[in-house]
């Protein structure tokens, strides 16, 4: 059984208080459709139970996940779901999913798109396979994703050119085929990339020349074309 970590953005909380000690937190919880979207989530990517009991009460408690087939025992494995409750109309969202290094033996479902405000997505090192979705490039908030050390396939979607918030992306360590994403050299906000094993033609490599902030590149076993200067 590994803990879910509960993180509540407590500056984000609507107070209301009276008199000198007396405060009391409002909030309308999560709503039900991000709670199926998680629970459809965590079926596809393995994980056999997960407890929402709580999840819509207003301090976001999720509680416990449990993965199948038991995975071993990893000191950096982290499963970690955080609500942002400082919408104007005091609902709180979900805004980040970390489930790294929990040997998690799924897909990676549609339904993710369906928490529209997440904007941090870290499926480091697990065992996820298959394609991944086109409707992860609806996340317009979306300024962090790490899909790396699984064994993702397939041509990495156009959709995600749509991203234009991303500050790390990272999809280094998988099985993709197909042409190296051009749309990379779009984002001028990108801090950090790391991007590998793409079995494709000889093509040359997106020139970054627009990413000003660009500080970390991470780049092996491509099929790149190198231009002559």
Known sequence: MIVLKHVLLLSALVLVCSGIWTCVVESSGVPQEEVDALKQIAKT?????????????????????EIAPPAQ???EAESTVTCDCSFSDATCHIVSIILKRLNLPG?????????????????LANRLSGEIPKE?????NLSYLSLEANQFSGPVPSEIGKL??????????????GTIPDFIQNWIQLTRLRIS????TNQPFPVLDNIKSLRRLYVGCLSVLFMKA
């Open 164 to 177: 234009v918030n991303l500050h790390t992306f990272r999809i280094n360590d998988n099985n993709f085929n």
């Open 197 to 200: 094993d793409i079995n494709g």
């Open 45 to 65: 990517m393995g994980i056999t139970a997960w407890e929402f009991k709580l999840f819509n009460a207003s301090d976001c408690v999720v509680g416990t996940v």
């Open 73 to 75: 025992p990893d000191q």
């Open 136 to 140: 992860i490039g609806n996340f317009a």
């Open 107 to 123: 897909t990676l479902p549609p339904e993710l798109a369906n928490l529209t405000y997440l904007q941090n997505i870290s499926l």
